[in-house]
């Protein structure tokens, strides 16, 4: 018996999946009350694989259904990958233009007591070579920049303009070993020479032994030559070192202005000194004077000829005459002639 239902297993497999669907399709058209036996057995032998089978559709659709939703995402996350790093990009830029005009703000606050030609210029070059401490702008002869002119932040001192372009100018920065500004210690306003030494300090020369200098003292610019305004900021003294023999004493400072993130600079040409208008001033008090003198002194001149002919010897004799004091008699009688010539 086994070896015949090893023998036709494939017939009997067969059979009994198309009577047992077929029994449980019968059966489920008929009411409970009218299930025979072999419907029972065959809805309790189907329900299983049908169950199965619901089971493995259900979670093939389901799985079909979320690979395409699952590309669907991807593309979507694709997108809006993009767009949050576009707007990311925008909120940099937005954030940035506002602090470029907070600076900008503090720039223009900081140079409105500030007198003279004033040009705002942005760093676009910097010169790394330890030789040479310059800075390169955006403004030029176009803009009024000329060379020799000063050049500030909001830290304070920056430089002087040595060359200018048409659009551009080169920047000596305070940093350079050929650069000096006369300073003084704000605390006790003991003056000096603050001079570049090429690298990132500065020194502060012609100092005498004795003059009080303390680390932490603030430098500020003294405003003598001219070029740089009185008050502003260069640094601030980091080493004090007193020999036992000399008469000067080594001060270094390091410079208020970070160059290396520096970003707005203002290039100033203040006005003249006091004491050049004061030198002026009489120059041209005198000058007023001459030309008074010589306005008078033509005046004169001009006066001179109306005044003669009363000076005049001729006229003595007619003063002698008795009909002298009556000088309206006398023109008639010069003026009668006259018309005998006609």
């Not at 694709?78 to 005009?101: C, H, K, P």
């Not at 500030?114 to 942005?122: I, M, R, Y």
């Not at 970003?263 to 004077?289: F, G, N």
């Amino acid at each position: 018996m086994w070896n015949i239902i090893k023998e036709y297993r494939h017939y009997l497999a067969t059979l009994v999946l198309v009577i047992v669907p077929v029994i449980a399709l019968n059966a489920g058209g008929k009411m409970p009350a009218d299930l025979h036996w072999f419907d029972r057995a065959a809805v309790a032998v189907s329900a299983p694989v049908q169950t199965a089978i619901r089971w493995s559709l259900e979670t093939g659709w389901d799985g079909m259904q979320s690979y395409f939703l699952l590309l669907r995402t991807q593309e979507n996350n694709r997108d809006l990958a993009l767009e949050n790093r576009r707007l990311l990009n925008e909120i940099a830029s937005f954030q940035e233009v506002a602090r470029e005009n907070e600076r900008l703000r503090q720039l223009v606050e900081f140079n409105n007591p500030l007198e003279g030609k004033k040009v705002v210029a942005q760093v676009i070059a910097q010169d790394v070579s330890p030789e040479f401490r310059m800075i390169r702008i955006n403004k030029g002869h176009k803009q009024g920049v000329e060379s020799g002119m000063a050049v500030i932040s909001l830290e304070g001192v920056v430089g002087r303009v040595i060359r200018v372009g048409q659009s551009f100018s080169d920047v000596l920065s305070l940093q350079d070993s050929s650069s000096a500004i006369d300073g003084l210690i704000q605390r006790n306003r003991v003056r000096g020479v603050v001079e570049g030494l090429g690298g990132s300090q500065l020194a502060m020369k012609y100092l005498r032994r004795t003059d009080d200098v303390q680390e932490g003292d603030l430098i500020v610019s003294s405003g003598i030559g001219g070029l740089f305004p009185k008050g502003l900021t260069i640094g601030k003294v980091t080493v004090v070192k007193k020999k036992n023999f000399g008469i000067t004493q080594t001060v270094e400072v390091s410079p208020s202005v970070d160059f290396n993130r520096l970003e707005e600079v203002t290039v100033i040409d203040p006005p003249k000194m006091p004491l050049e208008q004061s030198t002026l001033e009489p120059t041209s008090v005198s000058v007023a004077s001459r030309e008074k003198a010589a306005a008078a002194a033509k005046a004169a001149e001009v006066k001179k000829p109306d005044a003669k002919p009363e000076a005049k010897p001729a006229a003595k004799p007619a003063e002698a005459k008795p009909v002298a004091p009556k000088p309206a008699p006398a023109a008639p009688a010069a003026e009668a002639p006259k018309p005998a010539a006609d």
